[in-house]
């Protein structure tokens, strides 16, 4: 059973910087795609990044290109989101997912997320 746990949300100002972290524990296979996708009131949810473990390949949403990069720990089963230059509409909870999947792109359904972190970005 795949278990995901996000930490490390919490409140900033604008043009700080967060960095979240995501545990998956529980996976069979090594190869598969981890992302983050963030969701807040009002507004679809959004895609943020993932990352293919096998060779690393990633995708971000266009909102976040230039400021967010998404990584993996030394251990596959780890996932950050290091998140610079932040702004005000980047307020949302934020999921991690993964899903066993060939590809990251386009996003595939992601069966496993995490219960989310808040990241709240003030003016």
């Known amino acids: 059973q795949v278990q995901v746990v996000e930490s490390g949300g919490g409140s900033v100002q604008a043009g700080g910087s967060l960095r979240l972290s995501c545990v998956a524990s529980?996976?069979?296979?090594?190869?598969?795609?981890m992302g983050w996708f963030r969701q807040s009131p009002g507004k679809d949810r959004e895609g943020v990044a993932a990352i293919y473990t096998t060779g690393g390949t990633t995708h971000y949403a266009d909102s976040v290109k230039g400021r967010f990069t998404i990584s993996q720990g030394r251990a596959q089963d780890t996932l950050y989101l290091e998140m610079n230059n932040l702004k005000p509409e980047d307020t949302a909870i934020y999921y991690c997912v993964t899903a066993y999947v060939g590809s990251c792109w386009p996003y595939p359904d992601f069966p496993y997320w995490g219960q989310g972190t808040q990241v709240t970005v003030s003016s």
């Open positions: 529980g996976h069979t296979y090594s190869s598969r795609c």
